[in-house]
Every structure is written in structure tokens, then in C-alpha cells.
């Protein structure tokens, strides 16, 4: 862990520096059909859109005529997430049809929500023409994956706390951008582990498109 932010040392050492702020949207991917949602139970939703919000500093490691690499120390809130269903036990339901094999199965309503947040340190190497930049990004992430799930039992009324216990993960980023002068237009995937601790998180990755302006 400690490698990563050693990584940001000679670049902001060695080079002038600038704040950044982004503003965008971001479409999360969820864990899959069965894991928190039973796409042909009853109820069944996910809010996966959201707003995606950026904040860090960025400089310039090298330039030689068009061609010239940066980096970038971002934090990136990826927003919230959230879905719901009232599901049936897995062996009365069928992932392969994505439906409810037994209509007089027990069911339980399903509730969660959370979001994703974290630090990424990006290498941007990038050509300019026509006073336009186009870069291609990547680098690694550590972030915080949040999600809390309940569970309760509409024949008993028993309620189950099978939430995700938040654990700080390392994914990376991958992206492409176009930039005129101090304002940008990015892509980037962030990926997310599906780590089960002791239950899992929903997101496992996530595209957002961003507005972001050097200061």
C-alpha cells in the first residue's frame, strides 16, 4: 500500500502542480443477477446512475514538441447506489431464465444501499493537434466499497443485517480524455473487487463520464 502513494513523490516534487475538480455522471455495474437482485422477482429495482464528483492536483512529468506525459493525485466519489426486490430463496428461482420457478416460494424483501469512493494516482500521456490534447489514461486506485444490506423475512418478520464490512481494496482506472486548454472531457473505468467480507458489495466496476478544469 505504501508503494502507491510513494509513486506520488517525484512527480510533485520534482514538477509544478495544479488543483483539479471534475464534475460528471457514473454508471456502476452490479455483482449479477442473483447476488442482490432476482431480476424476475417481484419489486424488483436498482438505482445504478448517479451523480460522480472529483478533487485533487495534476502536473506535467514531460513535454517534447506535440507529445507530453502528466499525473494526476484524484480522489472520485462514484455516488450512490442502491436496489431492492422482494426475492425468493435461490433454489426457487432460475438464473438462466431469470425467473421465479415456484410462485408459492417463501420470499423475503431484499433492501440496499451504498457507494463507492477513493485515491487514484494516473499516468496521462497525451498528443496535441490542433490545439486539442488527446490523452489515454491508467493507474492504480485504492477505494472504499459501502454497502448495507437488510433482509426481512415477510412470513416471519426476522430481520437480517447482511451488510459489507468497508475494507480498503486496490483496482485501477483506465481512461481517454480530450482536453482545450484548462477544461477536459474524461472517460475512465474504475474497477471494483467483488470481495465478499462477509457479504459482498454490489458495484464490481464503473464508467463515468466527467467535465473536470485545472485551477
Known amino acids: 500500500m505504501k508503494a502507491l502513494f510513494a509513486l506520488l513523490l517525484v512527480p510533485v516534487a520534482a514538477h509544478a502542480w495544479q488543483f483539479e475538480a471534475g464534475v460528471g455522471v457514473s454508471k456502476s455495474l452490479d455483482s449479477g443477477d442473483g447476488i442482490w437482485t432476482q431480476q424476475g422477482a417481484q419489486q424488483n429495482r436498482e438505482q445504478l446512475r448517479a451523480s460522480a464528483y472529483m478533487a485533487g492536483v495534476t502536473g506535467d512529468l514531460w513535454e517534447h514538441g506535440a507529445l507530453s506525459v502528466s499525473w494526476h493525485?484524484?480522489?472520485?466519489?462514484?455516488?450512490?447506489?442502491?436496489?431492492?426486490?422482494?426475492?425468493?430463496?435461490d433454489a426457487d428461482y432460475s438464473l438462466q431464465t431469470h425467473r421465479v420457478i415456484n410462485a408459492q416460494a417463501p420470499t423475503g424483501r431484499f433492501n440496499g444501499f451504498g457507494h463507492t469512493q477513493g485515491i487514484s494516482l494516473i499516468l496521462e500521456p497525451g498528443v496535441t493537434w490542433h490545439g486539442l490534447r488527446f490523452t489515454a489514461e491508467g493507474g492504480p486506485w485504492m477505494y472504499w466499497d459501502t454497502w448495507h444490506e437488510t433482509l426481512v423475512d415477510n412470513t416471519s418478520g426476522g430481520q437480517l443485517n447482511a451488510s459489507h464490512r468497508t475494507t480498503p481494496e486496490v483496482g485501477f482506472v483506465a481512461g481517454v480524455g480530450v482536453s482545450s486548454g484548462k477544461l477536459s472531457v474524461k472517460y475512465r473505468y474504475y474497477s471494483v473487487k467483488q470481495a465478499w467480507n462477509p457479504y459482498p458489495g454490489l458495484v464490481t466496476g464503473a464508467h463515468v463520464l466527467m467535465l473536470t478544469y485545472r485551477f
Open 73 to 89: 493525485a484524484d480522489y472520485t466519489y462514484l455516488g450512490r447506489t442502491a436496489v431492492s426486490c422482494v426475492c425468493v430463496p
